[in-house]
């Protein structure tokens, strides 16, 4: 069966935790203490440690390119950061829930995926849109 607009990918639900955003730092080298201490988030308005924008937009990426099962077929990738994502210290850390599905397809194989990031029942991208070169 060919993929139509209006298809749904399969959903995807994703812990963060504290441990992954110190792992993720290291790697980005981004060490902004918004992502790790909690007296500085806590003094520049925030709720709490939040999770690295970047770091939330490359696990919604995961749900298409779990999807497709080749990363290599990602064409395009883009978002909007609306929302925090914000990271208890505790075991668990916080719960994201990743949805997407087929937009619009176009010329050469090519389609647009809509995605959505949710925390808390809020959404945390925004326009978030992949395209993508179908199989």
Same mark, same amino acid.
């Given at each position: 069966?060919?993929? /139509?607009? #209006?298809?749904?990918?399969?959903? %995807?639900?994703?812990? +963060?935790?504290? &441990?992954? $955003?110190?792992?993720?730092?290291?790697?980005?080298?981004?060490?902004?203490?918004?992502?790790?201490?909690?007296?500085?988030?806590?003094?520049?308005?925030?709720?709490?440690?939040? /999770?690295? #924008?970047?770091?939330?937009?490359? %696990?919604?990426?995961? +749900?298409?390119? &779990?999807? $497709?099962?080749?990363?290599?077929?990602?064409?395009?990738?883009?978002?909007?950061?609306?929302?925090?994502?914000?990271?208890?210290?505790?075991?668990?850390?916080?719960?994201?829930?990743?949805?997407?599905?087929?937009?619009?397809?176009?010329?050469?194989?090519l389609a647009r995926i809509d995605i959505t990031a949710k925390f808390d029942g809020k959404t945390?991208?925004?326009?978030?849109?992949?395209?993508?070169r179908l199989p």
């Amino acid at each position: 069966m060919s993929p /139509a607009v #209006g298809d749904e990918l399969p959903p %995807l639900r994703i812990q +963060v935790t504290r &441990d992954q $955003l110190v792992r993720y730092a290291g790697a980005s080298l981004d060490f902004n203490p918004i992502h790790w201490n909690e007296r500085f988030a806590a003094q520049v308005g925030l709720p709490d440690v939040i /999770a690295h #924008g970047m770091l939330t937009m490359a %696990l919604a990426g995961r +749900v298409v390119t &779990d999807w $497709l099962g080749d990363p290599g077929r990602l064409v395009e990738y883009f978002a909007r950061f609306t929302r925090p994502v914000v990271v208890p210290n505790d075991a668990e850390g916080a719960t994201v829930d990743f949805s997407a599905k087929i937009g619009e397809l176009r010329d050469g194989g090519l389609a647009r995926i809509d995605i959505t990031a949710k925390f808390d029942g809020k959404t945390v991208l925004g326009k978030a849109q992949a395209v993508v070169r179908l199989p």
